[in-house]
T-cell receptor
Framework: DTGVSQDPRHKITKRGQNVTFRCDPISEHNRLYWYRQTLGQGPEFLTY????????KSRLLSDRFSAERPKGSFSTLEIQRTEQGDSAMYLC????????????FGQGTRLTVV | GQQVMQIPQYQHVQEGEDFTTYCNSSTTLSNIQWYKQRPGGHPVFLIQ?????EVKKQKRLTFQFGEAKKNSSLHITATQTTDVGTYFC??????????FGAGTILRVKS
């Protein structure tokens, strides 16, 4: 257990439905990251927060994806109008402030769009 | 953004053989991290390299950072079945974004 928790662990949804995932980072970590990973690939950067501010969002991310971190603690990632291509593992990571510190990953949420 | 190439994409070795994965960048890196992901698991931090020419060891694992800080390698001596997984490099950009290479998948035959 890394201290980063994600919920749910698995989600099966029908195409066109909206889904929301939650990430609870390690409490003292002010930086939070979302990644998407498909089989045989490395984690693909989606977005990044420092405290409650969303500082960067991948240009690969369509407008159907949105993320929030309202109080600088937990974060949510929402995918609207899901498509089959959205099926992947969604990973959350957090790390402490100051430089290039170690990132701690959650177990991920596996999304299957049918 | 920062782009790195990891080679090989995949390697299947006999238990006891050595293994090396390389991470190459077209630009100079401030530092680089390495992570391991076991099958079905999540990435776990292994090490960070900061200095030009730096070499760090963790038991059978040896990590190197090139003199020009454009490449890095991870070498495993005498692989064991517990080494199975995917090894990712994560080059640091100036700032906070953390991106990963495509990874090298290691399989070990016992």
């Amino acid at each position: 257990d890394t201290g980063v928790s994600q919920d749910p662990r698995h989600k099966i949804t029908k195409r066109g439905q909206n889904v929301t995932f939650r990430c609870d980072p390690i409490s003292e970590h002010n930086r939070l990251y979302w990644y998407r990973q498909t089989l045989g690939q490395g984690p693909e950067f989606l977005t990044y927060f420092q405290n409650e501010a969303q500082l960067e969002k991948s240009r690969l991310l369509s407008d159907r994806f949105s993320a929030e971190r309202p109080k600088g603690s937990f974060s949510t990632l929402e995918i609207q109008r899901t498509e089959q291509g959205d099926s992947a593992m969604y990973l959350c990571a957090s790390r402490s402030a100051g430089g290039n510190t170690e990132a701690f990953f959650g177990q991920g949420t596996r999304l299957t769009v049918v | 953004g920062q782009q790195v190439m990891q080679i090989p994409q995949y390697q299947h070795v006999q238990e006891g053989e050595d293994f090396t994965t390389y991470c190459n960048s077209s630009t100079t890196l401030s530092n680089i991290q390495w992570y391991k992901q076991r099958p079905g698991g999540h990435p776990v931090f292994l090490i960070q390299l900061v200095k030009s020419g730096e070499v760090k060891k963790q038991k059978r694992l040896t990590f190197q950072f090139g003199e020009a800080k454009k490449n890095s390698s991870l070498h495993i001596t005498a692989t064991q079945t517990t080494d199975v997984g995917t090894y990712f490099c994560a080059p640091a950009q100036y700032g906070n974004k953390l991106v990963f290479g495509a990874g090298t998948i290691l399989r070990v035959k016992s």
